[in-house]
């Protein structure tokens, strides 16, 4: 994921920019085409202005924190969890006891109609205070953004009032979004959460309020037309103009935008015109937020006025070719992607486009470990043993061995079946850096994924913290090419859903040719796995050879881990030393080598709960330290 090209925001200051508002829960309908009442499932989703413009000027690179409220519950769990793993700072996120967090239901019946339902009555957001932050804190930034739909009460006002007297006070820029929701002011019914202008003195008033303390003022025709006071956008420019100096962007769909620095003139098209980009739309919702955030980032940065708009246009035409907004917001390396594209004239299709969605992925994955030491519990660790234990009951105290580690050890990590393994599956939960699954069906050749399912649906009740695990057999013939479509199935599914894939040659593999063949070939068929799991054998010997294959062919690969099953696992310390000496290799991994000799005990019926527990945390305490000294 991308972040900040250093630690502070440029200028000096810590932020680059400080988002202060609007923050719920969007749940999307998965199903495109009909009414809100026809959805079946939902996908949920940060929301709200302030904070999926937080997220994508993250994405672009920009240090961003957002100051806003939600509910002690899991929905405000959640956003704030999100918003951290995008890299926005939420120090200023604040847990209100009293309020919960606010919700927005939202179907897509067609390019141009979507559905959309709040509920936000008395919501944690509107209840943010100028106690839940500082003016030193407004001041650590260059700019703070500001939402109208907190001009709707008192209360809010009064806030968005303090907040703007701090940044003044501070030199912080002032950014005014002016985000117009009639449905907030109580000028449309519940189920007209999508309409978007009404007119109303009130609102113009309360728009108006703080304008000339603004730098700079976005809003779409409907929302410049109530913020000017005049249905004629023309008139409303210049109504705003008489209240502030400020920036005008007139954002105009996919027209692109009109920029106003100085007096309004005679036509708008006499403005800063800058065209928007032709693309194929999938999903409306969201475009405005998706170029605030690239406008933002542009502007921030000092860019001209123009290019700022341009990148603007160009985040906005990515966002309505995707589904939902915040996670729809691209990163610097798509935008990059997308800018050369229409350089090059590329179709405009893009929510069709498997190399954008791959992109995509890859470049808003979630952290991991620098180091990862997995812990693979796949298959039988304990062959031969006398069963007076159940292997499930030994994997289950392999996590609680885990968990105990978790905090002096992060790069553990665990590979656990869904045959014998849920239970411990259920334990470690998401608090491994690494929790990988694999689905093929063991011994299968062609493969086969669980319970004899696609993988399609195989995956749709998967957590999105489970990475998936695919061995790789050989396989020949129709065999071979029954193998090869379903392994492209797998990797479709993994992007549908968000999975990140691992490709496992396994450690009985025949040899680097056969290793750097199923690379090769795999590669060829545009199958890119998120990472590599190879055996330590092969890499200690012929590994610059795969490692630059990989390299070559996936530069987005996240890297591989080294199997070092095979090996005894005191003498693998020297092998993996030279591994590490490529960047690629991320981590290893061991099963049987690791904890066979516990599991053996265990299963027979030869140690203790606790013995087991204890000799498990020793073992794993030696393999994370493996190769270090």
Same mark, same amino acid.
């Given at each position: ?17 400080? +988002? ?6 969007? &749940? ?11 959805? *079946? ?16 000027? *993250? ?10 409220? &939600? ?5 405000? $769990? ?34 141009? /109609?979507? #559905? ?78 999508? *309409?978007?202008?009404?007119? +109303? ?15 700079? @003022? ?26 502030? %100096? %400020? ?19 005679? $036509? ?84 069709? !486009? ?8 890859? /470049? ?6 620098? $180091? ?10 304990? #062959?031969?043993?006398? $069963?007076?234990?159940?292997?499930? +009951? ?13 905090? +002096? ?13 849920? !239970? ?33 649906? %195989? ?8 990475? @998936? ?44 040719? %056969? ?115």
């Amino acid at each position: 994921m991308m972040r900040s090209v250093d630690a502070r925001g440029q200028g000096g200051r810590d932020f680059d920019l400080v +988002s202060m508002g609007r923050t719920i829960l969007d &749940v999307y309908g998965e199903q495109v085409g009909c009414r809100m009442e026809e959805v *079946s499932s939902f996908a949920k989703y940060v929301g709200g202005c302030p904070a999926n413009i937080a997220i994508g000027a *993250s994405r672009l690179g920009l240090k961003v924190a957002l100051i806003a409220r &939600v509910g002690d519950e899991q929905h405000g $769990r959640f956003l704030r969890e999100q918003l951290a793993r995008e890299g926005v700072d939420v120090s200023h996120v604040r847990t209100d006891p009293a309020r919960a967090t606010g919700v927005a239901f939202l179907a897509i019946r067609d390019k141009e /109609t979507f #559905p959309l339902l709040h509920y936000r009555d008395n919501c944690a957001d509107m209840a943010i205070s100028p106690d839940d932050y500082t003016a030193e804190f407004i001041g650590r930034a260059r700019a703070l953004l500001i939402s109208g739909s907190h001009l709707t009460t008192p209360f809010a006002r009064a806030n968005i009032a303090a907040g703007i007297g701090r940044a003044r006070a501070r030199g912080t820029r002032v950014i005014f979004d002016i985000d117009y929701r009639p449905l907030f002011w109580g000028l449309a019914q519940r189920d007209a959460g999508e *309409s978007r202008f009404v007119e +109303s003195s009130k609102v113009t008033a309360a728009s108006q309020e703080f304008l000339h303390l603004c730098d700079l @003022v976005v809003g779409t025709e409907e929302e410049i037309r109530i913020a000017g006071g005049s249905v004629d956008t023309l008139e409303a420019l210049r109504g705003i103009r008489a209240k502030t %100096a %400020a920036t005008l962007v007139l954002k105009r769909g996919a027209q692109g935008c009109v920029a106003f620095e100085g007096a309004i003139p005679a $036509r708008i098209d006499d403005g800063l015109v800058v065209p928007g980009f032709p693309v194929d739309v999938f999903n409306v919702v969201g475009a405005g937020d998706g170029f605030m955030g690239g406008l933002l980032f542009g502007w921030l940065r000092d860019l001209p006025l123009a290019e700022a708009c341009r990148i603007g246009n160009a985040c906005g035409a990515l966002v309505v070719s995707r589904h939902g907004c915040a996670p729809a917001s691209p990163t610097a390396g798509e935008l990059a992607w997308f800018l050369e594209r229409d350089r090059t004239g590329g179709p405009p299709d893009l929510y069709r !486009d498997r190399e954008l969605t791959r992109l995509h992925r890859a /470049t808003t994955r979630r952290d991991r470990p620098a $180091r990862l030491q997995i812990v693979d519990c796949d298959g039988d660790l304990a #062959p031969g043993a006398a $069963r007076v234990r159940t292997d499930a +009951s030994f994997k289950s105290l392999v996590a609680v061995a885990m968990l105990g580690l978790r905090e +002096s050890m992060p790069g553990l990590g665990i590979v656990l079946d869904h045959r014998d393994g849920e !239970d411990a599956l259920y334990r470690i939960g998401s608090s491994s850096g690494w929790v990988a699954r694999p689905i093929a069906i063991p011994g299968r050749v062609p493969l086969a994924f669980e319970d004899e399912l696609p993988a399609g649906v %195989a995956l749709r009740h998967w957590p999105l913290h489970h990475l @998936v695990s695919c061995s790789i057999a050989p396989a020949d013939g129709i065999a071979r090419a029954i193998q090869d479509e379903r392994l492209r199935e797998l990797y479709l599914a993994c992007q549908h859903y968000g999975h990140e894939l691992v490709f496992v040659v396994a450690s009985d593999a025949p040899g680097a040719a %056969a290793a750097i063949a199923t690379v090769e070939s795999l590669h060829a068929n545009a199958l890119l796995p998120d990472w590599w799991q190879l055996p330590a054998s092969l890499l200690a010997t012929d590994g610059s050879a795969i490692v630059q294959r990989i390299a070559k062919s996936n530069p987005q690969c996240r890297g591989i881990v080294a199997d070092i099953d095979g090996l005894d696992i005191d003498d693998a310390a020297d092998a993996i030393r030279r591994l590490r000496a490529s960047p690629l290799i991320s981590g290893i991994a061991a099963g049987r080598a690791l904890l066979g000799d516990c599991a053996q005990a265990w299963i027979a019926g030869n140690a203790t709960e606790a013995a087991t527990i204890d000799a498990l945390c020793g073992r794993l305490a030696r393999f994370a330290a493996l190769g270090d000294d």
